[in-house]
């Protein structure tokens, strides 16, 4: 007994042994770093396999040749010379030696001054042009509106303008285009007393004399636009139930003849025609023609010995016909649409026979 105990006393000091051994063997080397174990973070090279200086800027294991990482440096400096590039895994900034002089310290200077001011620069010169461009246009418009001699007594020349030209003459496209949106209601009151403020006149001095004056006239024209508009709206809504009308009759007519029913997605569809709005571009441009057009129409009304006794000045006669222009284009523009829903609502899908008997009966008349 005493036997088999000594013998597992021997095995388990063997086993320990063995043991610590084994440990001693398999415990990982901890590589030490030389010379030649060098690679390049950037093009990936190492000791064996490229040629140049290497370079340790910063306390981390990265790495690099000197031409390589000037090259990187260089690459984020493109948009930014003077930025300041940091090392990617610890963020040490690079510490570039150069050769500096007062000459190119100067002109590093004057080189980001100019980088910085171009967008501000650009900005103020698309403002400029904006302004000059929406000025002439505005001093084209009053010329054609008032013609040449009110026209150019009303502007002046431009040496003696004042800030109100300045605003009241590139506020007029603006105006103009303001008109035909929602807002127009509540800017072209405002903006026509703007305008008669560039003109050297008062609210407080319209009187109401016939002919109209000039300064009257453009002071009660924004109430015009929207008595009108409000009344071609009633004149609209009366299109539209009379069309809301129309397809419940022609359901009952349907359903007696056992035929399709017209659908809500239809009526709908026929509903945006009549209230639908055109173009954005040709909207946009007829209204800035406006004052062309008004003028057009004005010198056809003057044919009319009437027009000529009632609206002796050419102003009178221009606003005139440009009211007459937008009474007649917007009654044609509803008599367009209401066309096209008739035309709509008469649609068929024609039987073979019939198709040829129309190709028939055109090979005939040919």
């Known amino acids: 007994m005493s036997h088999f105990r000594g013998y597992l006393a021997q095995s388990e000091t063997d086993l320990h042994q063995n043991s610590s051994d084994s440990s001693t063997i398999l415990a990982p080397r901890q590589p030490t770093r030389t010379v030649d174990d060098r690679r390049c973070w950037i093009c990936f090279g190492d000791s064996s396999d490229s040629q140049g200086q290497w370079i340790k800027p910063c306390q981390c294991s990265l ?26 895994q610890c963020a040490t900034p690079y510490q570039l030696a150069q050769t500096n002089s007062i000459s190119l310290a100067l002109m590093t200077i004057v080189d980001s001054l100019v980088r910085t001011s171009t967008p501000y620069i650009t900005v103020l010169g698309i403002g400029c042009s904006l302004l000059i461009t929406c000025t002439t246009y505005g001093a084209f418009s009053v010329m054609t509106l008032f013609g040449p001699r009110d026209g150019d007594r009303l502007i002046g020349h431009p040496a003696s303008w004042t800030y109100k030209t300045w605003i009241g003459l590139p506020a007029i496209p603006f105006m ?113 023609l406006m004052p062309v057009i008004s003028s057009a129409m004005g010198s056809l009304l003057n044919r009319l010995y009437w027009v000529r006794e009632n609206f002796p000045q050419p102003f009178q006669r221009n606003v005139l016909g440009g009211c007459v222009f937008v009474v007649v284009k917007d009654l044609g523009i509803l008599l367009y649409k209401y066309e096209r829903i008739r035309q709509y609502r008469s649609r068929r899908v024609k039987s073979y026979e019939e198709v040829i008997a129309t190709r028939k009966s055109h090979q005939q008349t040919q």
């Open 63 to 88: 790495e690099a040749h000197q031409s390589c990482l000037l090259d990187w440096i260089a690459e984020n400096q493109k948009a930014t010379p003077n930025k300041t590039v940091n090392c990617p």
């Open 176 to 288: 103009l285009i303001s008109s035909r949106t929602r807002y127009g209601d509540l800017i072209l009151p405002s903006a026509s007393f703007l305008i008669l403020g560039a003109a050297g006149t008062t609210p407080n001095h319209l009187r109401f004399t016939w002919p109209l004056s000039p300064a009257f006239t453009v002071g009660i024209m924004p109430w015009v636009r929207l008595f009108y508009k409000n009344m071609f709206l009633q004149v609209q809504k009366h299109v539209t139930k009379k069309l809301a009308i129309q397809p419940v009759e022609r359901v009952n007519r349907s359903r007696n003849t056992n035929n399709v029913d017209i659908s809500d997605r239809e009526h709908h569809l026929e509903l945006d025609i009549i209230q639908g709005r055109g173009s954005v571009g040709i909207s946009l441009l007829g209204t800035l």
